[in-house]
């Protein structure tokens, strides 16, 4: 397949079909469709804004018309606004954290106390009427806290307008200028962005430098910057002949003046962010269903060699992904070179990009992952981060096992390892901890990214692995362009396999309860099992007997319900408050030893195996 890559034609196959895609339904006509045959409704903000970026400076000028629709059965009379930029500045909730927690993210520390007005970040709103109207709001760190002059009520909209100003801080935690590889702008969470509102009511976090809620809506964006600049992100370019890339003939005729408008429409997402700078190499190449995939990168010969194999790789991954939880709805995804290490946008990522091959392709299966596990399935990632960070490992960990691995039977290890670690600290906090409130940095890492993987990979210990197959693509099909929480992935498994699982999501999420199994002792034909730790499961017994042959049994867990498929042999179920367990075998027993595929996450498998 032809990858196209010379600058002077990099945008004029990019953007070329920029339309917006029926693939991707509205918001308002999901929420019509929704909303008839169910209780669930959501939010809906539709956002056109024209924005002007001054590149000597890093400060930026915008206007934005805000068309918000209240689906929810609540009269509201304040909104809310996140202007994240407000983070980057001495003496904020950010730079505080970061020097008060013991175990500071490498990235921060104490580099946004250092910070000159002129590299601070902000977010200021000069003006906001509502309907014509002047209403009065106020600015407290990261939120702004808007009170209405008219209610909002039920099932109507309303139209806000806004002026708003900008300063790009120093690149230190995902969003900045200049990061440490050159990339001039990446720009994340750099608009005021509205708060969601749910059946929980709203969600206004101060950016702490962890996860986002967003909400969703279609978004019509105008960027004006100096015209050496090249633009990558969320949405379709609508207009390539206006910026002067003639994208029939493959030559560059670049209108008169120093500045150019770049205009992208993204139809129902719930964020739009883009990257820019004048080194930018823009490379396309076509995967599944004729989505254009883009790469952005630095005009850097050390890296080239990598960029360019990345590109056959991002298409076997979309491939996979599709195949394995659902199809991408969108024309087009970026890869773009900027940020801080790797993050998730709508209908793209920035990643850090001078790594070896193996992680530039790692990095990126991680984060177009996220297009399903955030992006397309949009968990609230303050409060269920081990849901996107997770499932995300989960299923970016089964492509890197496959196309770049050694096919391990159990791909998973390394997130057992970092969970079992974690426990042993005795630092770990329950899952349901809210992504800012966790003790040490170390703890929320490996909850939101290994103990969440696992929550799936054990999955198929207990439903079986093509239950869980089935799972995951019920879950996006029943889902997708929605907020789902824990109980919406417990209970599509729950319905695939005919299991009930609210001891699982109960114990694994809400808990630290351990899963410790042993085998106490052998006699003879008799085998008694043992339960050590809290938190119940099922259990796979391997029996080796003496006369040389073997048997596989299988335990069901008495609240379980139900049984997972199986060839072993099944045994009579074992209910969670009696401590031990005797299985009857009919030969004299050589060696024992629980959950040969080792799925469960035993914390002691020391005692998993015995011989007599």
């Known amino acids: 397949m032809k990858v196209f890559s010379k600058i002077n034609i990099l945008l004029m196959l990019v953007f070329m079909s920029c339309k917006p895609q029926q693939e991707a339904m509205s918001s308002q006509q999901k929420m019509t469709s929704s909303s008839a045959t169910s209780t669930y409704w959501q939010q809906q903000v539709n956002y056109k804004m024209d924005v002007s970026m001054d590149v000597n400076n890093y400060q930026y000028t915008g206007t934005q018309k805000l068309v918000y629709t209240n689906n929810s059965p609540d009269v509201l009379d304040k909104v809310y606004y996140h202007l994240y930029f407000n983070a980057f500045q001495p003496g904020s909730e950010m730079d505080v954290r970061s020097r008060t927690i013991s175990d500071p993210d ?133 207009n390539p002949n206006q910026i002067g890339y003639g994208y029939e003939t493959g030559t560059v005729e670049r209108p008169s003046g120093n500045t150019l408008t770049w205009h992208f429409k993204a139809p129902n997402v719930h964020d739009f962010t883009w990257a ?77 990009g001078n790594r070896s091959f193996g992680s530039l392709v790692g990095v990126t299966a991680h984060e177009l992952a996220h297009t399903w596990f955030q992006f397309l399935l949009a968990t609230n990632e303050s409060k269920h981060e081990w849901m996107d960070e997770g499932f995300t490992s989960y299923i970016s960990t089964l492509f890197m096992n496959e196309y770049m691995g050694s096919k391990k039977e159990n791909p998973h290890t390394g997130a057992y390892g970092s969970y079992f670690r974690l426990v042993q600290s005795g630092k770990e906090q329950p899952l349901t901890t809210h992504a800012d409130r966790y003790e040490y940095n170390r703890a929320y890492s490996t909850a939101a990214y290994s103990k969440g993987q696992i929550f799936l990979a054990q999955l198929e210990y207990i439903i079986g692995k093509e239950n869980v197959e089935k799972t995951l693509k019920k879950y996006f099909q029943d889902f997708k362009f929605k907020h789902p929480t824990p109980n919406d992935i417990k209970r599509t498994a729950e319905k695939v396999s005919g299991i009930h699982l609210d001891w699982y999501l109960t114990d694994w999420a809400q808990t630290t309860n351990t899963i410790d199994y042993g085998v106490k002792e052998i006699n003879g034909k008799t085998i008694l099992l043992e339960r050590i730790g809290l938190m119940p499961m099922p259990i796979d017994i391997k029996v080796n007997y003496t006369d040389g042959s073997s048997e596989d049994f299988y335990i069901p867990l008495r609240m379980m319900r139900g049984e997972k498929p199986t060839k072993a042999t099944k045994k009579a179920d074992w209910a969670w408050a009696y401590p031990y367990y005797e299985l009857k075998t009919n030969k004299a027993v050589k060696s024992v030893e629980i959950d040969p595929s080792q799925l469960m996450a035993d914390i002691n498998r020391d005692n998993n195996v015995a011989r007599q």
């Open 276 to 352: 820019a700078d004048p080194d930018f190499v823009h490379d396309t190449y076509k995967g599944e269903n004729n989505v254009t995939l883009h790469f952005l990168y630095k005009n850097d010969p050390s890296i080239k060699e990598n960029w360019k194999k990345l590109q056959p790789k991002t298409a076997e991954m979309l491939s996979f992904f599709n195949k394995n939880i659902g199809t991408y709805p969108y024309k087009q995804y970026s890869v773009i070179q900027g940020g801080d290490g790797g993050m998730e946008y709508a209908m793209c990522t920035l990643i850090t």
């Open 106 to 238: 490498r990235r921060v520390r104490d580099r946004i106390s250092k910070l000159s007005d002129t590299e601070i970040g902000y977010l200021r709103v000069k003006s906001l009427t509502q309907n014509g109207k002047n209403i009065s709001y106020t600015t407290e760190g990261t939120i702004l806290e808007v009170t209405l002059n008219t209610p909002i009520q039920p099932g109507t909209s309303t139209t806000f307008d806004m002026s708003f100003e900008g300063q790009v801080p120093v690149q230190i935690r995902r969003s900045g200028r200049n990061n440490s590889e050159g990339v001039a702008l990446s720009m994340t969470q750099w608009y005021p962005k509205m708060a969601e509102y749910d059946f929980e009511g709203w969600h206004t976090p101060p950016y702490i430098g962890r996860e986002f809620h967003g909400v969703w809506g279609d978004f019509d964006v105008k960027i004006t910057i100096d015209k050496k600049y090249v633009l990558g992100g969320t949405g379709y370019l609508q």
